[in-house]
């Protein structure tokens, strides 16, 4: 059987009563989205071209930089985004329904590592603890500019030295040393001088206190992306349903 003569045919866009503004909703969204993914992903091609000797702190995932992590999140939520947009404008039902899950996957793996991380707290600790004294040891070495740049700047910029303590610096030269930049005043060789020219409060802990300060901010930004991930859920449910609808009636 045909549609409705009043019902306009094959357009959810063109609901009046039923639908009002609500399709534009999941049409806005994903676009939205896909504009934040590209951004993302700009930063971290910006920070790749830019920042390119600046790598991780850590030796068991030398892959895990800043600039990689921006490019690959910003790539997965721009594809998210596009998918969700083609879905919005050509009303198809399995690209919205592909949009739901892959935003609910996203959605359920977030709230999945946030709960892993609270509760397993002192774990982390220790494990990012031995695994950052490990990568003192390839600091200065062949083909570790970026670990070794990465290790200069945090202590240059938060005062500290070493991960607990200046002392780890003891172990990565068998002497009484550490890197220049844990000096109170740089210099060239200021490493190789008394401890009291030396910064003492441990990076570890001190870059940890530096999140907990900033704890609100981060916890502000994670409720607004969950509430848009949400709606975006919430929107991309409702056009996928309004599609079936009008399949159905017009069938």
Known sequence: MGC???WPQGSVLGWSGMCGW???CPLSLPRRSQLGGCGILGVGIWLAATQGNFATLSSSFPSLSAANLLIVT???VMAIGFVGCIGAIKENKCLLLTFFVMLLLVFLLEATVTTLFFACTDKIDRYAQRD????LHLYGTPGNVGLTNAWSIIQTDFRCCGVSNYTDWFEVYNATRV?????????EGCGLHAPGTWWKAPCYETVKMWLQENLLAVGIFGLCTALIQILGLTFAMT?????????????
């Open 179 to 187: 890197p220049d930049s844990c000096c109170l005043e740089f210099s």
């Open 132 to 135: 950052l004294k490990k990568g």
């Open 74 to 76: 910003g790539t997965f």
């Open 239 to 251: 056009m996928y349903c309004q599609v079936v609808k009008a399949d159905t009636y017009c069938a």
């Open 22 to 24: 609500w399709p534009h």
């Open 4 to 6: 409705h003569s009043g």
